[in-house]
């Protein structure tokens, strides 16, 4: 029996409704009909009624002010569900409230994107009135945040690395813009074995992460704590943060079968 190809099977309205959904994965937040109708070169009429199906479902909602559509509430339960049952983010939701509780700084898990790092789920301190709030869900440059460091340290392949432009972009003074500079320290990282980030993404916060590896050996994401810098000096890192995270690392990885 020949098997067709799945391409064979897919039904075309279904194929633009997820068009349409996708048109709001990039940096627009809301879009016309006039303009979803250009993007995906449809008639208006089909468009509406893509658009009316789908907020009738919950994944677009229409804003009264503007007309405009947006994405609806279900996108936001559709990927917490996806976050959930990720594998990564049940075997470190444990071991980060652990180590919140142990450094009293915030500690959060990232997967790398071509296009930065993807942080998936944090651990906050009970008892800081001043503390670093990670963004779930927010893409972050690979090139100046520790768990960005950490995944281009230990990349293999050097995938992500190839992916760099060799001017990089500035955030803080700290920033480091070169691409040979940054390579230079990408090196000290793979000896070290932990990345960190003093204010070269936000200034005055400062970071420290370490690759997660699975039962393949490949680095699948990252661990690190974060906090204001003034809380973390150098030698806090050196005499605490640093061990601490590393066996953190260690202790995920081990969960996700990695044997060393």
């Known amino acids: 029996m020949v098997r067709r190809d799945k391409t064979n099977y897919v039904i075309q309205s279904v194929a633009h409704s997820l068009d349409v959904v996708e048109q709001f994965f990039g940096d627009v937040d809301e879009l016309g009909v006039t303009e979803l109708s250009k993007r995906l070169k449809l008639h208006k009429n089909n468009v509406f009624r893509l658009l009316a199906t789908l907020e ?7 804003n009264k002010a503007t007309e405009n559509y947006r994405l609806g509430i279900k996108c936001l339960h559709l990927g917490r569900r996806y976050i959930h049952h990720m594998g990564l983010v049940r075997q470190a939701r444990p071991i980060l409230a652990d180590v919140a509780k142990k450094c009293r700084e915030s500690a959060f898990v990232a997967i790398a994107r071509r296009d930065g790092v993807v942080l998936l789920e944090a651990a906050e301190p009970d008892d800081r009135a001043v503390r670093i709030s990670p963004p779930i869900g927010q893409t972050l440059p690979l090139h100046c945040t520790a768990i960005g460091k950490a995944h281009l340290a230990f990349d293999v392949e050097e995938q992500l690395r190839s992916t760099l432009p060799e001017h990089l972009e500035r955030y803080t003074e700290s920033t480091i813009v070169d691409r040979e500079a940054l390579l230079g320290q990408l090196h000290a990282v793979a000896r070290d074995g932990y990345s960190v980030d003093c204010g070269e993404f936000l200034e005055d916060v ?9 039962y393949t050996r ?9 906090g204001p810098a003034y809380r973390i000096p150098g030698s806090r890192i050196d005499a605490e943060l640093a061990p601490l995270i590393v066996e953190a690392g260690r202790e995920l990885s081990h969960r996700l079968g990695f044997n060393e």
């Open 56 to 62: 009738a479902r919950g994944y677009i909602e229409q």
């Open 206 to 214: 400062t970071s420290v992460a370490v690759p997660i590896r699975d």
């Open 218 to 226: 490949s680095v699948v994401g990252s661990l690190a704590v974060a």
